[in-house]
């Protein structure tokens, strides 16, 4: 088993839908949990982080972490077109240790 | 978010000659970074992690005298492929983790696109 899951889709969507974005993963060690969007040829942005189980609200993006469920969720309200991107799910633990990735989900949000 | 830069953001080579990226945390000291190359549609692939002052740590698989990496500085990390050819044309991004937000935020620089003829 991977230590991290994710969707790669491609997720198409109407505009204005709420989209929903997960991840899971088996090492129970992980501490942080980060969502990042990657536009085509560009490199990562950072979207959201956090550390600790429930929700993280930041305008139309939510981060949600279930710890018992090692399950970690990104929600997006209001779709709009120009959040086609892919998005990617990184977990980390203490220290300097890299982050370890989902491979990403493709959305494509259509006006 | 903290900036991370990269140069040159495209480079067109011939085969056997070598080829430096630069990557600069601009608005904050980078303890750690990373280094990561991607294929189309594909996933990011860690090639390497270097902290300042000290030698990278490979990834299995990844030519450390092929693809040599200096930290010299906390806000200056250098990847150099050596001898490149033709397998080696793909977007290369580094990464940086430092004293910005929250300790273990990690910012990406916004890529180099190598393609070697």
């Known amino acids: 088993q991977k230590e991290v899951e994710q969707d790669p889709g491609p997720l198409s969507v109407p505009e204005g839908a709420i989209v929903s974005l997960n991840c899971t993963y088996s090492n129970s060690a992980f501490q942080y949990f980060m969502w990042y969007r990657q536009y085509s040829r560009k490199g990562p942005e950072l979207l959201m982080y956090t550390y600790s189980s429930g929700n993280k609200e930041d305008g139309r993006f939510t981060a949600q972490v279930d710890k018992s469920s090692k399950y970690i969720s990104l929600f997006i309200r209001d779709s709009q077109p120009s959040d086609s991107a892919t998005y990617l799910c990184?977990?980390?633990?203490?220290?300097?240790?890299?982050?370890?990735f989902g491979k990403g989900t493709r959305l494509s949000v259509i006006a | 978010g903290a900036v991370v830069s990269q140069h040159p953001s495209w480079v067109i080579c011939k085969s056997g000659t070598s080829v430096k990226i630069e990557c600069r945390s601009l608005d904050f000291q980078a303890t750690t970074m990373f280094w990561y190359r991607q294929f189309p549609k594909q996933s990011l692939m860690l090639m390497a992690t270097s902290n300042e002052g000290s030698k990278a740590t490979y990834e299995q698989g990844v030519e450390k005298d092929k693809f040599l990496i200096n930290h010299a500085s906390l806000t200056l990390s250098t990847l150099t492929v050596t001898s490149a050819h033709p397998e080696d044309s793909s977007f290369y991004i580094c990464?940086?983790?430092?004293?910005?937000?929250?300790?273990?935020?990690?910012?990406f620089g916004p890529g180099t696109r190598l393609t070697v003829l």
């Open positions: 990184a977990l980390g633990n203490s220290g300097n240790t890299p982050l370890v």
């Open positions: 990464s940086a983790r430092g004293l910005a937000g929250g300790a273990n935020e990690q910012f």
